[in-house]
């Protein structure tokens, strides 16, 4: 399994933007031919899914986060990033990148995810 570290939360105010990231522990990993996807989990609620994305580039999104969070990846760095603008208090949680090597389905379920990282805290004032 690869280790995945993400990084950028914080706490920003409403209609603030953050960028997260998410790469392999070891340089040795790659990411690149994985299926990527971000997940979070509020007080309270289940973990969802936000936003995924294919190997090849192909993402899919929650309803609530469509033209609000933007997926893409750097196969240079061999990074995950998940741009988040407009924020909303609705968007605290905590975010999870999480890695695939197959896909059952699209948009793919928590099961395919074999890999995830520890999360990074996303807290928006308002």
């Known amino acids: 399994q690869v280790q995945l570290v993400e990084s950028g939360g914080g706490l920003v105010q409403a209609g603030g933007s953050l960028r997260l990231s998410c790469a392999a522990s070891r340089s040795a990993f790659s990411i690149n031919d994985m299926a990527m996807g971000w997940y979070r989990q509020a007080p309270g609620k289940q973990r969802e899914l936000v936003a995924a994305?294919?190997?090849?580039?192909?993402?899919t999104y929650a309803d609530s986060v469509k033209g609000q969070f933007t997926i893409s990846r750097a196969y240079a760095k061999n990074t995950l990033y998940l741009q988040m603008n407009s924020l909303k208090p609705e968007d605290t949680a905590v975010y999870y990148c999480?890695?695939?090597?197959?896909?059952?389905?699209?948009?793919?379920?928590?099961?395919?995810?074999?890999?995830w990282g520890q999360g990074t805290q996303v807290t928006v004032s308002s």
């Open positions: 994305i294919t190997s090849y580039g192909s993402t």
């Open positions: 999480a890695a695939a090597r197959m896909i059952a389905s699209w948009p793919p379920k928590s099961t395919d995810f074999g890999s």
